[in-house]
């Protein structure tokens, strides 16, 4: 010590794995829970959500209007109002994320399903299928590409989100950022935009191969 | 046996889709629902499978009520074509043949193997097997959804205005493909069309509806063209009823000459107006005038025997002479028949 501040590398050495709460691999494995829980939480959920508002068409306007609603109310007071209920525990931020997702997903599922040709769904229930086989086996497969769409820009935007919640003390690698605030030092800075900018690329990346594997016909329709 | 027992299809707004519609699409035989837009009679066809439930009557298949069947069930045992094809833009080739066999739990090989089989009964290139269908043109689109309804053996099929959204040329060759399938399986189909060209090429029987769904007549082809029911029939049927008459009337009986040919580039004899050269392989090079000579002209040829009288008539038109020229399957000249016998034919077809 004493002979001024440490570079980058050191003070990522010294602070990776100190076995206390807030060393930089802690927060990443926070930062990863906060950002995927609603993902997949709303992938859950609007699947269902989505088919519903397919099934019974008034559904839809007044869904899509109350998460487009939610979508519009900046994360910080949401965090806020949460607090109350519940506390300043991961599951706060998770909530207003997971809402977020399904404002982007609920529409991503109406319309990857909506864009199934008529005759193609004729000719499925004429062939043969139960409704729920056709649901799985063809109307959402050929919605796939429009709601791993959806699923890419709502698992960077969780990315990045997530980071707002260290306000309330719950921000994963946005930790980094606070703290680097009170005490201006640059490292925990580049760090925390390093490693965000780096899970969502990793993400959307997985993202794509999903898509890739999930839907070869697109593959050869893009190549003729 | 498909039976109609006095079914009746009425939407919740009043509108009548169907009227009490009666009638018996035998085993084995294609059986033609045609009429004008709004007539029912895609409605009826759908009903045949329960995509859509009648309002009143009951609809038998081989005596049992379909209404009786739980509808997927019902829907694997009948073959269904509709008019985009409806092939799955997600599914291989090989594996939209192979829908209904997958769905009634054949194991992957079998369903495969079948569809390979199909691939190729309905006269497609077994390589087109792993493309997906946004690669094939629309006629072999058509083929393949033909195919998917045959993978099953269904012994019924349903064919809903299938080879109306493909050009003229394609059409025609899908309708004598379905033709030759036909000879091959008679399976028992129900054809819908707003086409009456169609309906009186496939049918073995034509059941014409007019608007409101109700029957307006139900008769084999020939007869439809020589007697029809009423106004609204013989107007639907169009203006040429006479000369498609003659499509049902074979060429057998129709007498040839053989002395009005001569060899490609040979000398012309007797006081013939025209004569037919005839080149080395057999085949009808075009008719020579007498006295001018120049080059022949172009030769009208019908398959004596195959085509009908409409398409001899058609050939005589066509030549110069006013004669037809008569060739076997492989486009040799067996004969010409001159306007007199022609006409001899059509009068004793008139007669008959």
Redesign the interface.
Known sequence: MGDGPPSLWEWIARNWDTGRAGSIKDLLGDHLLMSLVPVVAGLALALPLGLACIRWRLLYQPTSALFNVLYALPSLPLFMMLISATGLSPVTVIIPLTFYAMAVLIPAVVDGIGAVPDHVRQSAVAMGFTPLRRLVRVELPIAAPVVIAGLRVVAVSSISLVSVGALIGQGGLGMLFTRAYQNPFLPPVVVGIGLIVLLALVADGLLVLAQRLLTPWERARRAT | MITFDAVTKRYPDGTVAVDALSLEARTGEITVLVGPSGCGKTTSLRMI?R?IDPSEGRILLDGTPVQSVD??????GIG?V??????????KVVDNIA??PY?LGWDRKRARGRAMELLERVGLDPGLAE??P??LSGGQQQRV?VA?ALAADPPVL?MDEPFSAVDPVVRTSLQDELIRLQAELNKTIVFVTHDIDEAIKLGDQVAVLRVGGTLAQLADPKTLLAEPADDFVREFLGRDRGIRRLQFISTDRLRLRTDLTVAEGGEGHGDEPWLLAVGSDGRPVGWLARGRPGEPEPAGTYRHGRDSMRAALDAALLSPSGHAVAVDEHGKVVGVATRQALDEALTEAADG
């Open positions: 499978n995509m509808p997927p069930v019902l829907r694997r269904y509709i008019q985009q094809a409806g092939l799955f833009p997600h599914r829908t209904v769905l493309r997906y946004f690669q959804g998917r349903l």
